[in-house]
């Protein structure tokens, strides 16, 4: 069964264009999380949202934007596409986000790879 | 913001040597994850350690934490081809979220 999945693998378009990436986790988490990862593996987290707390990267584009129609899905659309946002951009989930008590150990999707022509 | 750093940043052994990897950060932490990821996969969680603790063990994963140094280490025993990977080490502090160093790229040699 997959725990957390995306849609979809690959996506080529545009410089300009708007796009979405779809996110769903079937383990009942409370927290989803957007990652992009660049072509020299570093993760950066770009988004962690739960039903109570939005918190956003402040180096993140206001292009970027989650949208949580709810709680196993966290969508992220991007308006303007630029070549810069070219990079896979992972979505994960943990039980109940960075309060102090919890492990946050948190579980991926398989990515998707955007290239921005 | 704080971020972990892994060293080295490529390593390169042969089938059934030890393969040791080090993460350090710059302020207190919860707890230590690391993880790996496969190529052109997501991230997969292996192992966690927390800050009052100094070791664990998971099958061939063992992991040290040293808080005095901010610094924690994975060592692979017996590697095998399979283990080939990226593995990156990530830190968890009060209420932000997870952060992630940059990740050892592992070759295992048959």
């Known amino acids: 069964d997959t725990a957390v999945s995306q849609t979809p693998k690959y996506l080529v378009t545009q410089m300009g264009n708007d796009k979405s990436i779809k996110c769903e986790q079937n383990?009942?988490?409370?927290?989803m999380y957007w990652y992009k990862q660049d072509s020299k593996k570093f993760l950066k987290i770009m988004f962690s949202y739960n039903n109570k707390e939005l918190i956003i990267n402040e180096t993140v584009p206001n292009r970027f934007s989650p949208k949580s129609p709810d709680k196993a899905h966290l969508n992220l659309h991007i308006n303007s596409l630029e070549l810069g946002d070219s990079a896979v951009y992972f979505c994960?989930?943990?039980?109940?986000?960075?309060?102090?008590?919890?492990?946050?150990?948190?579980?991926f999707g398989p990515g998707t790879r955007l290239t921005v022509l | 913001s704080q971020q972990g750093e892994e060293d080295p940043q490529a390593l390169s052994i042969q089938e059934g040597e030890n393969a040791t990897m080090n993460c350090s950060y710059k302020?207190?932490?919860?707890?230590l994850q690391w993880y790996r990821q496969n190529s052109g996969r997501g991230l997969v969680h292996l192992i966690l350690i927390r800050s009052n603790e100094r070791e664990k063990h998971s099958g061939r994963l063992r992991v040290t934490l040293d808080t005095s140094k901010k610094s924690s280490s994975l060592l692979i025993t017996a590697s095998r081809a399979a283990d080939t990977a990226s593995y990156f080490c990530?830190?968890?502090?009060?209420?932000?979220?997870?952060?992630f160093g940059k990740g050892t790229r592992l070759s295992v040699i048959a």
């Open positions: 994960a989930s943990s039980q109940a986000g960075t309060s102090g008590g919890d492990t946050n150990e948190q579980f």
């Open positions: 383990l009942g988490h409370d927290t």
């Open positions: 990530a830190t968890l502090s009060g209420n932000t979220p997870l952060v």
């Open positions: 302020t207190s932490i919860n707890n």
